[in-house]
């Protein structure tokens, strides 16, 4: 696993969107509060060298700390999880309950701390973190309060002839002790959310915020220590040297929100022990305009799932746009108005769009920007302010498809337009590349629509709006390939952290000799001939009347 | 001069398996594995493999394994039949896509979950049901509508040349293949990136196909083993239930199968009447010379044939022999064989046991047995014999297992409205019936929505008033709804 910890570091390029992107941003975090049972282990606060381009290694430096959070603290505290979970505590309705609505009291109770560390974190404007985390979690927590009592129940299924007598069920279980490593975009509700579906679920849970959001970090650190049963739910700081003594341990679930390079290293330690992962990645989610549309509409929604959602720092955000030569004037010169009406002549000084995270995710959207054939193709934006970390909303017209910009996941306030002749062009466009975590189209051509639906895929699509489709709590929400693997949100959630146990029933009566040895010729006949009537029969009248028939059958022969 | 057969092999190299899967993503690329007429045709060559090559199959097994041809024909031509013909005729609705409702955040609108195929997708067969666990995983692939590649266990080589052959014949070759091999070609095998890898094994390359799968990010299904465990509860009927256990011991291809009872867990008291029940059903089934009976596998090969008689011949193990014991490793068989109070630091009590003996454990009461299985890593299966339903009740709520069943063993997994996997060491992910279709598919979360009630309420700027509305409509009162709907038109 050292190994793995030098990887990290070796590798902490500018790309990507992991959690361990962090190395880079200066921050400093006090241990104001011990949220362990065992002190020892209160987590590192670290500083990093600021300036960490490409390659060079942060030089990591303990300051005030007691112990580092090592292979061996994490060891100790899995024990300790899965000794509670042993107990047998965390699988009972009422403590699923209990946790649940203490999570829903504390995002009413806490909501404007909350707000302050998001705008801590990322400048994120009151109104976004509401939306967008604080009320997708209430409701998050609301639903599965509402629905965990059928969510639990067994699901009975039909057996077949084969087995009569007998019944069956599905019952949902608990996986053990889970791991949810977390992210910075959406700091708050990445990490709340699938720690709602493991406890709904019945597990113990580790959370690992993302260390690049500090405040939100050590905010979720204090509230879970407060809110939730600490013997069962705990939340663990820091940054790639924590992740890696976390990644070592066995888990009997990690589900980790980031890039697919870290998705990688999460997978292959998890191997390991056999552990299961959910990775909810990104990529580039292109948003194909069609000239059959309204126009203003289709700009504000495209609007609202770019620079609206964290200024484009989400996985889920509009990364390019896809329409045709003829059409993409018009596109522009909406686009222009909708972002003055939206952010106003100055967007640099608005107060409704984030900044950028880190100077990390600055300079590598700067030099995005500034690579040679990209620089020169932009068509409004382009203001940058490397102090407060602010990039004005950015649009590019045709730019060469071999550059960075069109080769990586944006993640900012970039957007890139690439045009094609017919809007059916844009199918190879992309499916060219990766498959992404969601593709949104605007068009009214009930046609085209079907065609997306039918041989594009993504992790969701969604026609007419950007980013609406994970508010929709009946429906996954996952990547596929690149852009991810598993699910969660709503009844997902508590699927994807429960194990779907088969039982079956039978009672000791009713035994027929004809399944045991000695296999005679006879047998063998009866066997195949009732295998071939139950094979073609399925009606339930069938059921019954089948094995009624062959244990006559049976019987004439005298082999019971 | 090399024959060219040992060309063919030289060349399946990662390269060669490179050229292969750029070759099926050609095809799947096409789209034509995506129509629903294509699935089904394939679906139906499979089913055609099962009606006209039975007796084909029943040598292959008996080449393999000496496999009693009724357990061949019940335990995988038969299990492979009905899983076709569940698919051709379940497939339609399968592929509808699931509407799911909405909520008030996105009103207008509707949505569903599209079952799509993943792409091309590696199945990693096993040796013990080499027909079976090699073709119902395809089953699956090819219902989802993926391109597929076959690995069939080069442990049972009749049966795995006989695949070769026969989807050679049958099947899409430009969308379905068989590649034949050991270790050499399944490395190059997963040195490529997959959509989806299905691999039947053991824990110790489960590890290492999901390590290489991680390089890809790919997602897998892991069906692993495990001691599966058989506790049983004194008072029941001895006779039926010794029979149903040995069923599931000697009569699954003689214990050398992932959901075989490993070992009994039982009473002091009880053990010997379970005991004299065992043998008196042994000798109805075997006969006195079991060695000599048709109606028992062998054991696969003779590196599995060593390291079973070494765990009976360790020296705290073998004097606990108390039925059986008798071998002869020219024809690679072992005597159905029960051992009693085996130490639990035994090797025979550490690993996956695979093969014909059958250690019992005792307990002063039942109620210990579940401390010893928890205790233990999470096997396939558990089974429980009992009369006694509060037992039953607790069993099923405090034993982790892939699938739990009372008062049988194996027969589970003939139900194909339940998940076949495991959890923890005994695996990651389920297939069989339906569950087989959502494997090998990606449930794409599809929304529409019109462009007509576009609310400037979650538009910048944002306004004191907007984060008012939206609270009230997210608080969800009735009053709120209203003040906020009309907040909304006025927005």
Excluded at chain 1, 469 to 474: E, L, N, P, Y
Excluded at chain 1, 538 to 550: A, E, F, N, Y
Excluded at chain 2, 353 to 362: E, N
Aim: charged share 25%; with cysteine; net charge neutral.
């Amino acid at each position: 696993m050292k190994g793995l910890c030098i990887e990290l570091l070796h590798n902490s390029r500018l790309v990507g969107i992991g959690s361990t992107e962090a190395f880079s941003y200066r921050f400093q975090r006090k241990n104001h509060q011990a949220f362990f049972s065992f002190p020892k282990v209160i987590v590192s606060s670290a500083s990093f060298s600021q300036r960490c381009l490409p390659t060079v290694s942060p030089v990591v430096t303990e300051v005030e700390e007691k112990k580092t959070f090592d292979s061996e603290s994490a060891g100790l505290l899995v024990k300790e999880l899965r000794k509670s979970f042993n107990s047998g505590r965390t699988k009972s309705y009422e403590w699923r309950m209990l946790q649940l609505s203490n999570i829903a009291r504390m995002l009413d109770e806490k909501e404007e701390d909350i707000v302050e560390a998001l705008y801590k974190d990322l400048s994120k404007p009151e109104l976004e973190t509401f939306i967008s985390e604080i009320s997708t979690a209430k409701s998050s927590c609301k639903e599965a309060l509402e629905g965990l009592k059928q969510w639990m129940i067994p699901q009975k299924v039909k057996t077949s002839f084969a087995t009569f007598p007998s019944s069956a069920e599905i019952v949902s279980e608990p996986l053990g002790v889970v791991l949810v490593i977390s992210t910075w975009n959406f700091p708050f509700l990445l990490s709340i959310d699938p720690v709602i579906g493991a406890i709904s679920a019945g597990n113990a849970v580790v959370l690992k915020p993302s260390e690049i959001a500090p405040a939100t970090s050590s905010l979720l650190a204090q509230l879970v220590e407060e809110y939730l049963d600490s013997s069962a739910v705990k939340v663990v700081e820091g940054a790639v040297p924590e992740t890696t003594a976390l990644l070592e341990q066995k888990w009997d679930k990690i589900l980790y929100t980031g890039s697919a390079r870290v998705g990688r290293i999460v997978m292959a330690a998890a191997a390991k022990h056999l552990t299961p992962v959910i990775l909810e990645l990104g990529g580039k989610s292109p948003a194909i305009v069609d000239s059959y549309v309204d126009l203003q509409v289709a700009v504000r929604r495209i609007i609202a799932g770019k620079w609206a959602l964290n200024n484009g720092q989400a996985c889920i955000g509009v990364d390019y746009i896809i329409t045709t030569k003829d059409f993409a004037p018009k596109l522009i010169d909406a686009l222009k108005e909708g972002l003055e009406q939206f952010f106003g002549k100055d967007p640099m000084n608005s107060k409704d769009i984030s900044r950028i995270v880190s100077l990390t995710q600055f300079a590598r959207l700067v030099k995005l920007l500034e690579e040679d054939r990209v620089s020169d193709k932009i068509v409004l934006g382009g203001q940058t302010d490397e102090k407060q970390l602010k990039i004005a909303p950015t649009i590019l017209l045709d730019i060469p498809e071999d550059t960075q910009i069109m080769n990586e996941e944006i993640f900012g306030p970039l957007m890139p337009i690439v045009t094609v002749e017919k809007i059916e062009g844009s199918f190879d466009v992309i499916k060219s590349r990766p498959k992404p975590l969601a593709v949104y189209v605007f068009t009214s051509d009930e046609q085209l629509k079907k065609s997306f639906v039918e041989n594009i895929s993504s992790g969701g699509m969604l026609i007419n709006d950007t980013v609406l489709h994970v508010a929709v709590a009946g429906l996954p929400f996952g990547g596929v390939g690149e852009s991810g693997m598993g699910s969660y949100h709503g009844k997902f959630s508590f699927d994807g952290f429960s194990h779907k146990k088969s039982v079956m029933y039978r009672s000791l009566s009713g035994d027929s000799s004809l399944r045991y040895p000695p296999y005679t010729p006879e047998k063998q006949k009866l066997f195949k001939a009732a295998l071939s009537v139950s094979i073609h029969c399925s009606s339930t009248k069938v059921h019954v009347l089948i094995p009624c028939l062959s244990f006559l059958l049976v019987k004439a022969f005298g082999l019971l | 001069m090399e024959t060219a057969e040992e060309v063919q092999k030289a060349v399946f190299d990662s390269r060669e398996a490179a050229a292969m899967v750029e070759e099926l993503r050609g095809s799947y690329r096409s789209g034509k594995t995506r129509s629903y007429e294509w699935r089904v045709s394939q679906l139906k060559k499979l089913e055609k493999i099962t009606e006209f090559h039975e007796q084909e199959i029943v040598e292959a097994l008996r080449s393999d394994l000496s496999k009693p041809e009724t357990e061949s024909f019940v335990q995988e031509i038969g299990m492979l039949k009905s899983a076709c013909k569940l698919a051709i005729k379940n497939l339609k609705s399968w592929m509808k896509p699931a509407t799911a409702k909405t909520s008030m955040t996105t009103f207008p609108s509707s949505a569903e979950i599209v079952s799509e195929p993943l792409g091309v997708v590696l199945v990693i067969s096993a040796w013990n049901y080499p027909f079976l666990l090699s073709l119902d995983p395809v089953v699956g692939a090819i219902a989802a509508g993926n391109a597929v590649v076959l690995k069939p266990s080069e442990l049972a080589p009749a049966t795995s040349s006989l695949l070769a052959k026969l989807l050679g014949e049958y099947m899409d070759s430009s969308s379905v293949r068989v590649v034949e091999g050991a270790v050499a070609e399944t490395s190059a095998l997963l040195e490529q990136k997959w959509d989806k890898i299905c691999y039947t094994g053991n824990g110790r390359v489960g590890r290492i196909v999901m390590a290489s799968a991680a390089k890809h990010l790919t997602p897998v299904l892991l069906e692993l083993g495990g001691k599966c465990p058989v506790v049983v509860d004194f008072g029941i009927n001895l006779q039926v239930a010794s029979r149903r256990i040995i069923a599931g011991k000697w009569g699954c291809n003689n214990g050398q199968a992932c959901v075989s009872p490993d070992h009994i867990i039982t009473t002091k008291e009880f053990a010997s009447k379970l005991v004299d029940a065992l043998k008196s059903e042994l000798d109805n089934f075997y006969g006195k010379n079991p060695l000599q009976s048709k109606d028992l596998s062998r054991i696969v090969n003779s590196n599995h044939y060593d390291r079973l008689t070494k765990l009976l011949d360790e020296d705290k193990v073998s004097g606990k022999v108390i039925h059986g014991g008798e071998r002869d490793k020219s024809n690679l068989r072992i005597a159905p064989t029960i051992l009693l109070d085996v130490p639990q630091d035994s090797l025979i009590m550490q690993e996956e046991i695979f093969g014909p003996l059958l250690p019992i454990i005792t307990v002063d009461k039942i109620e210990d047995s579940f401390e010893l299985i928890t205790s233990g890593t999470k096997p396939l299966a558990a089974y429980l014999f009992t009369n006694n339903q509060k037992l039953k009740d607790y069993f099923v709520r405090n034993v982790s297992a892939g699938g739990l069943l009372i008062n049988d063993t194996t027969l589970h997994l003939t139900v194909p409205t339940l998940p076949f996997g495991g959890v923890g060491e005994s695996g990651m992910g389920a297939y069989h019936g339906k569950f087989s279709f959502e494997a090998f598919s990606h449930k794409k979360a599809v929304v529409y929505r019109g462009f007509f009630g576009d609310a400037a309420v979650r538009y910048p700027p944002y306004t004191k008033g907007k984060l008012t509305i939206l609270k009230a409509l997210v608080g969800g009162s009735l009053l709120g709804i209203i003040r906020a709907l009309f907040g909304w038109s006025k927005a």
